[in-house]
């Protein structure tokens, strides 16, 4: 069974730049939810995709989008980069289902700094 | 709105003390699932254990063991005979079911275990 991978894993831009994040879910997830953690604090959540649709979103501006392909895979898009946007991005796959809870599988990362 | 509030920024202890993580949770829905994440210098986020709010029953795996408390609205984390392993960031996270499956996380507890 293969794990939530993430790609790059570290990435330097520039203010007012564009970044593509990508993230592959864990074999047989359909859903992703997508995080932002800064340093020093806990992550927050920014918003989860379903079957390709967004499917929830945390306090974060439009420059913040999204996307999901048939295979479950995701990009984190964000414009007009802020130096406040300096972050490790954290994917996180699950199955959503009629079942009580779905776990959260996490990735490992990307860590943006942004100049 | 829900809230996790881990009031410890900082722990240090010596190996082979126990260490208690703190948690406390807002919430107004009966549905929810509450959790503890370990964070190493590597980034990824492992998940520890889930809990339910139907399910007060206390666990222990091995050094860790978890008290839930639906009175006090507590979910606290103990390491047994803390290792230098156990050194990492511990998050506690919320669940409502209500929500999408979105987690909300606490500040996090960064333990130091020295040798």
């Known amino acids: 069974e293969t794990g939530v991978t993430q790609s790059p894993t570290h990435l330097i831009k520039t203010r007012g730049q564009q970044v593509t994040l990508r993230c592959s879910s864990q074999s047989g997830h359909n859903t992703v939810s997508w995080y932002q953690q800064a340093l020093g604090q806990g992550p927050q959540f920014i918003f989860q995709y379903y079957r390709e649709e967004e499917n929830g979103r945390g306090n974060f501006p439009p420059r913040f989008s999204g996307l999901q392909f048939p295979n479950y895979s995701s990009e984190l898009n964000v414009n007009a980069l802020e130096l406040d946007d300096s972050a490790l991005y954290l994917c996180?796959?699950?199955?959503?289902?009629?079942?009580?809870?779905?776990?959260?599988?996490f990735g490992p990362g990307t860590r943006l700094t942004v100049l | 709105a829900q809230k996790v509030t881990q009031a410890q920024t900082e722990i240090s202890v010596v190996e082979k003390e126990d260490v208690t993580l703190d948690c406390v949770y807002e919430?107004?829905?009966?549905?929810?699932?509450l959790f503890w994440y370990k964070q190493p210098p590597s980034g990824e986020l492992v998940f520890l254990i889930r809990r339910n709010s139907f399910d007060e029953q206390n666990e222990i795996s091995g050094r860790y063991s978890w008290n839930f408390q639906k009175s006090t609205s507590s979910f606290n984390f103990t390491i047994t005979a803390s290792q230098v392993v156990d050194s990492a960031v511990y998050f506690c996270a919320l669940m409502r079911k209500a929500a999408g499956n979105k987690l909300t996380f606490g500040g996090g507890t960064r333990v130091l275990v020295k040798p």
């Open positions: 919430t107004r829905d009966t549905t929810y699932y």
């Open positions: 996180a796959s699950s199955q959503t289902s009629a079942s009580s809870y779905n776990e959260q599988f």
